[in-house]
């Protein structure tokens, strides 16, 4: 007799021999079981159409089901599936599956509360706090309490600061490089030759504010690279703050109050760096820079920092001036040419004029002064808001440049919208 494992066996052969093939092969009379292949492949076919009928998009799905499957997305996912259409929108806005986001990321403080999941700190909460709120409330509330999050650990990393620059000293390990965020935009067609600054043998570069610098092969005149040059000042801001499609906005100026607005400007502070490629030629701090009211010509406020008359404060460049730049094949160095720091500190430690600039030395012809024998060049920058002036002298027995001469151009206009005064 048979066990119950027997049978079983029995009637699973069975069926294996009622699916097995006629002596005719594909298309021959039925077996036994009268069952063909054609008949099973007609099936099949019958099946798979009668399942493509059926399928349903997740778009048709009922809000219902779409609530269910989006209660299982975390924050960032919420987020990108709002932005598929309108009706994924709407329900992504959810205020109740934004509440156990919410919830989950900030549980409340209190020790009295014992919470064992997130289901249950979600319910903690008031349904009609929920209910009453006008759809996306949650959301918004928990952008705005993960936003101040970020500010607040981006504060305590920023907190140490330069005593040269007056700048934070860890912009580079506040500045996450996952983040995309849009800080300027440029037009290729102003490449021209009022915008080059410099070439070599391979190619010419140009420069485009604030602080792009393009390389172009010289024969071809296609593009070899591009290469940004970032301030730190408000570096952090422009990256955490804005998006890859709109850039972070400064907040409105509040005026200074000028204790003394007849005198001038005083108590200023200049930081200057000239380097490339990790290289720094230069690199000082200059402070107590002041100018008097009388010093206003075309609009702009001159700034003393290196007096041609003092050999005193005349400082060398180290080492052989030049901008390294490098592709995937080339590689090459513009001679005379370098990336420019400036950062001005007004008289109560706030940075007043900032960038980061690609320069070049042009040649001006011999120096006028009788301590000085080589060849005399001067480097130029200008933007909206000033100016900067060097000049410079080669030594041919130490085959060194020596600044001789350094100037700042502040605009009126700008002065003026800084401390509210009328220049």
Known sequence: MATGRGRLLQQHWRGLQALRLPPGGVGAAPGPAGFSLRQCAGRGRLRAESTAERSVSLDSMPSEVLLKIFSNLDAVTLLCTGCVNRRFYHLANDNFLWIRIYSAAFPPKRSNWKVNSVEKTAGSVNVLSVKDKEAGYWKKEYIAKQRARVRAALAQVLKPVNPYTGLPVKTKEA????????????????????????????????????????GLWKREEELAF???NLHFHQLVEKSTLGSATVPYELPPHTPLLDDNPEYGLHGYQLHIDMHSGGIFYLCGTFRNLLTKKGYIEDGYVKIVVISFKNNTEHLPLIGKVGLSWRTDIFDGCIKSCSIMDITLLDEYGKPFWCFSSPVCMR????????????????????????????????????????????????????????FGTAY
Request: aromatic share 10%; proline share 4%; hydrophobic share 45%.
């Open 226 to 228: 591009v290469m940004a």
């Open 175 to 214: 500045v996450r490089p996952r983040w995309h965020s849009l800080i300027a935009k440029y037009n290729l067609s102003n490449l021209t030759e009022s915008t080059m600054i410099g070439g070599d043998r391979l190619l010419r570069i140009f420069c485009l504010c604030p602080g792009l610098l393009v």
């Open 363 to 418: 040649a001006l012809g011999p120096s006028d002064g009788p301590s000085f024998l080589g060849q005399t060049s001067c480097v130029d920058y200008v933007d909206s808001e000033g100016k900067v002036h060097v000049e410079l002298v080669w030594i041919k027995e130490t085959e060194e440049y020596f600044i001789v001469s350094l100037v700042l151009y502040l605009r009126v206009a700008k002065i003026n919208h800084w």
